[in-house]
């Protein structure tokens, strides 16, 4: 093996991932800080972020239990039609964003229970959302099943086109200057208990001020850091669907709808152009990403239930993507136990929703070193002083 050549121009940030946490964060940091930067990663945009359906629906995905992650998801979303319209201009590419709205519908009677229970947890927690009859939830979206039990309503959750977002992430990024290595990261170089930079696969030593570990489910295996400064996260499985709505039948769909049917939940996403996403499954199977028969079944089965017209169309897609799932299942944001090393991973069901506000305060972290408050609860340092406290 030929010996590591160093960069010529050591950077202020090398980037590991170029899934959309990694771009957004390059793309802020190069133009609002002026920092230089260079994005490592094989094939930018290929991960979790081409899989992902592109739900921003904070209010409707809400989960019992997390206020403070639904606070920060809030405010993404608020920051979403601004982030938009930059990255449009910057890129002169559509970023996909689409203000929808969302219609959560139960098929049983025990699933409009589930949706009565979490309607009155959105109210308690003073949040946007109405309660619909079956005939209402019809009247919105005449494409639903009869058999539907009711839902709720939710103006303000909308969803972007993932794949118009990375596709305006990269050429805004290219634009700024920001450099791509299409490399896998070898490993992490430490030096003086200091990350200092990565080695690429092809051998090449890329010297930067700081390191932005933003890796997704894989950031967990990347070598070369001390355990402590290793960020929890783990890879959660989900397959996912495409199909297509002839321009005849459009629109099928006028807003995301999300499901409870008979206990479990899924969701289908239709966009403009005629591209219906159903998604998705959950499974814990380490990185395993085969579609299984199974998988495709039960997301048609579901969604069939619902909307019985989606049958008669082609299936164009079956795909399995990696979550990156954290302990809490919220994001891990900010500086590690490493000095030098900054770490955005583990936004889990959320990373596409998340993006604005992850490019905001991870590229202020890694300009000014200070933490913004909106984030502090979400650094990587929550894991340690939990282990703590089970020790003591
Ligand atoms: N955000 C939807 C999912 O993870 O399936």
Known sequence: MSSPTMSE???????????????SVAWRARTRYGLTVTVVDPAPGR????????MLTPVSELQYGEESLLRLSIES???YPEFAAELTEAADLPSGYHACGTIAVALDADDRAVL????AYQQRLGLQSSWLTSRECRRLEPMLSPAITGGLHVEDDHQIDNR???????????RAGVVFVRESVERILVAGERAHGVRTAGGRDLIADQVLLAAGCRSALVPGLPPEAIPPVRPVKGEILRLKVPPALLPLLSRNVRGVVKGGSMYLVPRADGELVIGATEHELGHDTEVTAGGVYELLRDAHELVPG??????VETLAGLRPGSPDNAPIIGRSALPGLVVATGHYR???????????????????GTTPELVAPFGPDRFATAARKVMA
């Open 9 to 23: 121009h050591p950077t202020d940030v090398v980037v590991v991932g170029a899934g959309v946490v990694g771009l």
């Open 47 to 54: 991960g979790a972020s081409h899989a992902a359906a592109g």
């Open 77 to 79: 979303a608020r920051r």
């Open 116 to 119: 009565k229970d979490l309607h």
């Open 164 to 174: 118009r977002l990375v596709a305006a992430l990269l050429v805004a990024c290219a």
């Open 310 to 315: 989606i049958t008669e169309l082609p299936l």
């Open 350 to 368: 959320h990373g596409i929703l998340l993006t604005p506000i992850t490019a905001d305060t991870v590229a202020e972290v890694l300009a000014h």
